[in-house]
């Protein structure tokens, strides 16, 4: 239970001659249930993502500003010009395998060591995944394959996304320890079909999201408390045509061109729509943990 939580009364136990329950009651449990009031501390859990080169490592490396000190997963070693805190193998070696990182999870993370740990990126952790896939997980006729669709029928990413639960639960232990989880994306860019108005495109964080089986990309976006994007502002000229800007912008909630959200946060602070992300900012992380 979360430090500061009240402890639910216990409740009468029945006694032990009792009879059962009767076929116009409910049988499906006789365990006595309990009420926790108030809110519960835990790490938050974090996505980011935004288009390659925008800072989504440089954002994360500065939650020290903040007085957190992240644990970085390093999978697509982006920060190797960052003074960050970094998980390694035994000979010293960045390159991940999944199984290195539910290793890494369920160990070095749960030492109690950092304040949040970092999977930077959760989309090239979905590459190992398939790797890791393809090389344990025999078709079901018994034969070992070479390619993610010789499952067959959307099968292999139905494989992809259960292996990927497995990292979420062991993030979601790590949170209920108190430490933050944070997940880094990279981005692409969706058709999503609309029956009110004409298709129109949207910025999604890049995971998998195949039409008839597990859709990563939802799951992992359902699971943050806060999916953020970074990009760099735009506006329309005069002519119609958008203009990209110099400043760099955090986005927190959904519009209709791009994923975000944000879920109420414990130090009664309000979310600003956009939050400004010039060089060395950090105001995010003020808006998240910083006080009342």
């Known amino acids: 239970m979360a430090k500061g939580a009240p402890t639910p009364k216990p409740q009468p136990t029945k006694p032990s001659g009792a009879s059962p329950p009767s076929s116009s009651q409910s049988s499906t449990s006789s365990r006595s249930i309990g009420v926790?009031?108030?809110t519960i501390a835990q790490g938050e859990k974090i996505g980011i993502y935004g288009p390659g080169g925008i800072g989504k490592t440089e954002l994360v490396a500065s939650l020290p500003q903040v007085g957190l000190d992240p644990l970085f997963l390093d999978l697509d070693q982006g920060t190797m010009g960052i003074d960050v805190a970094r998980a390694t193998l035994d000979d010293g070696s960045l390159a991940y395998s999944f199984e290195d990182v539910r290793a890494a999870l369920q160990g070095i993370a749960l030492s109690g060591d950092f304040d949040a740990i970092v999977i930077d990126t959760f989309s090239s952790l979905e590459d190992r995944i398939r790797e890791w896939v393809i090389d344990?997980?025999?078709h079901e006729k018994g034969r070992m394959v070479r390619r993610i669709e010789d499952y067959g029928f959307g099968k292999g990413f139905s494989h992809i996304f259960e292996a990927a639960m497995l990292i979420l639960q062991d993030l979601d232990a790590i949170a209920r320890r108190g430490i933050h989880c944070i997940v880094v994306c990279h981005q692409c860019t969706e058709k999503v079909p609309s029956a009110e108005v004409d298709d129109y495109y949207e910025y999604q964080p890049r995971l998998q999201s195949p039409p008839k089986t597990g859709k990563l990309r939802e799951r992992v976006f359902e699971w943050c408390n806060h999916f953020f994007r970074i990009d760099h502002d735009r506006s329309v000229n005069d002519d119609g045509r958008v203009?990209?800007?110099?400043?760099?912008?955090?986005?927190?909630?959904r519009t209709t061109t791009a994923w975000a959200k944000h879920r109420t946060i414990p130090n009664?602070?309000?979310?600003p729509e956009v939050i400004p992300y010039p060089k060395g900012s950090h105001e995010l992380w003020d808006v998240i943990f910083g006080e009342e």
Request: glycine residues 14%; proline residues 5%; aromatic residues 4%.
């Open 243 to 253: 203009a990209k800007g110099d400043v760099r912008s955090i986005h927190t909630v």
């Open 136 to 138: 344990n997980v025999p």
């Open 268 to 271: 009664g602070r309000e979310f």
């Open 36 to 38: 926790v009031r108030g």
